[in-house]
């Protein structure tokens, strides 16, 4: 999730739950107590392109880090500047506890993968009911935290907090009803898929990205749930088989090891490149909803050494003619 919806969204449960005299303070705490699981971001490495995906959203995400990363906060907070608000440590670490709290939650909503159950699990949990960013999400609540913060009334707060629940679980309802659409695309097409998951597209819950697996490939297409419901239908691409796609990649070398690695990342939504006879992409993530074209991959070497890595790769950006169609697909013109 963007930055600015963590840290609102972390704001948002301590300022609901204070005393009205401290809002300002715990929704500072908050704010900045619910970015902090971010800073994962600098675990990387020059030499292993793939080390963040391992460490972002890992431990500082899971549930059982939480009143240790609200220490960590409280720590901070309150030599910078919360004991200057004459506010004991005791309720700085409340405050900072209850920001940091939200934050996994919020990733978990989103299809990027939070490992919230970690270390007993490193499965990557994805709710799929939230897009990466969302304004319609974000800015009532922005503007219910500062209207508690101006007024010192929690009322505003709780109101946000009701927002900040509410939505997702709209989103919960809206990904439902996509689902059953991709069920019915797949069986016109007299198919049982393995697994089927419908995705929200960029910055609302109208529109979904609908990826369905079957014995020998992935399905991409694109629904519209609103009161009418519209279908994309769009590309399909075989599942990734190295002994096919990459005949010359040798077994326990170092790319054959990041390849599992980024199979764990995307959960196994992964193919090769049509585009690129070397590249494997993320299946998850395209630029719009029924189409193939990922926004990241990783690209192999045939002439690479035993030990080197892939490549990390960030793929395309939208152009105007995919704007224009994202923006028909969403409104339905």
């Known amino acids: 999730m963007d930055p600015l919806t963590q840290g609102i969204v972390g704001a948002t449960l301590p300022q609901a739950t204070n005393k009205n005299q ?9 704010f900045f107590s619910g970015l902090a699981p971010d800073l994962d971001v600098v675990f990387r490495s020059n030499t292993d392109p793939l080390l963040f995906l391992e460490y972002h959203r890992q431990f ?40 940091f709290a939200t934050h996994g939650l919020v990733d978990a909503c989103t299809t990027y993968g939070t490992q919230l159950l970690w ?3 490193d499965m990557r949990i994805a709710w799929n009911t939230l897009s990466i960013i969302d304004p319609l999400y974000t800015l009532p609540l922005v503007l219910l935290v500062i209207l508690s913060a101006l007024k010192k009334n929690n009322r505003y707060a709780r109101a946000a907090l009701i927002w900040a629940i509410s939505y997702p679980v709209l989103g919960l309802i809206q990904n439902e009803r996509a689902e059953q659409l991709g069920q019915r695309l797949a069986q016109q097409r007299q198919h049982t898929p393995i697994r089927l998951e419908a995705k929200p597209s960029f910055a609302n819950l109208l529109l979904w990205k609908i990826v369905y697996e079957t014995e020998d490939k992935f399905y991409i297409d694109a629904v519209r749930v609103g009161s009418s419901v519209n279908t994309y239908q769009g590309d399909s691409v075989n599942k990734l088989n190295l002994t096919r796609d990459f005949p010359w990649l040798k077994p326990n070398t170092q790319q054959a090891k990041d390849i ?31 189409e193939v074209n990922a926004l990241w991959g990783i690209e192999l070497n045939p002439e690479a050494k035993d030990s080197d890595h892939v490549a990390y790769v960030m ?19």
């Open 22 to 30: 401290h809002t300002v303070i715990a929704g500072l705490l908050g």
């Open 119 to 121: 270390p007993v699990s």
């Open 260 to 290: 599992e690695r980024f199979r764990w990342f995307s959960n196994g939504y992964i193919a090769k490149d049509p585009d690129n006879p070397n590249r494997i992409i993320d299946m998850r993530y395209s630029l719009l909803p029924n």
């Open 60 to 99: 500082t995400h899971s549930l059982v880090f939480i009143p240790f990363g609200g220490l960590i906060c409280a720590a901070v907070f309150y030599c910078l500047f919360a004991r200057r608000w004459g506010l004991s440590f005791r309720r700085c670490w409340l405050y900072c506890t209850l920001g």
């Open 315 to 333: 793929l395309r950006k939208m152009s105007p003619e995919h704007i224009e169609s994202f923006k028909r697909m969403l409104f339905n013109d």
